[in-house]
């Protein structure tokens, strides 16, 4: 093989490997987009809650955790669910700013009863959560585990 050919395999070689093409340059931008239209200077930093808020928002939810236990026990204790019972109920939520939860529904369950959901959704009623800014809407899930 001359000089020449073993040049020009070594171009095509190194093109294949990087796909044959020129780079081309990458406009995609990073970060945030910052608009400077006129007018968009509204402060949003109100609307806002602040993580404080929502960690002691999921830290009362946690809290509840034994005492909505206990209504897979009373579920259970009324036949409604089997003694080997176990699954999560998934609840949504609209916290009030004076910090009451209201507009509690089940978003999602894999337990099948009334009973249950009920006493569930009664639990949190139960709950003073801080006062907010305005209504905030969440979503927690229990997950319950019947001791055989």
């Given amino acids: 093989m001359t000089k ?4 020009a395999v070594s171009i095509l070689a190194a093109l294949a490997a990087c796909g044959g093409k020129r780079k081309t340059e990458d406009t995609t931008p990073e970060g945030p987009t910052i608009s400077n239209r006129p007018g968009d200077t509204t402060d ?3 609307s806002m809650f602040p993580p404080e808020k929502m960690d ?5 939810l946690e809290r509840k955790r ?3 236990s206990r209504c ?8 409604e669910l089997p003694k ?3 699954g999560k109920v998934t609840l949504g939520m609209t916290i009030s700013p004076a910090g009451k939860a209201g507009s509690i529904k089940v978003i999602k369950t894999s337990l099948e009863s009334k009973a249950l959901t009920d006493c ?4 949190v009623q139960e709950i003073q959560f801080p006062d907010l800014p305005k209504p905030y809407e969440t979503s927690y899930t229990y997950a319950f585990e019947a001791i055989q």
Avoid: F, H, Y
Avoid at 72 to 79: G, H, I, K, R
């Fill in 56 to 60: 002691e928002i999921n830290r009362l």
């Fill in 44 to 46: 949003r930093s109100a």
């Fill in 66 to 68: 034994p005492t909505v």
């Fill in 120 to 123: 569930v959704i009664g639990k």
């Fill in 72 to 79: 897979l026990t009373m579920a259970v204790d009324n036949q």
């Fill in 4 to 7: 020449t050919a073993l040049l």
């Fill in 84 to 86: 080997n019972s176990r």
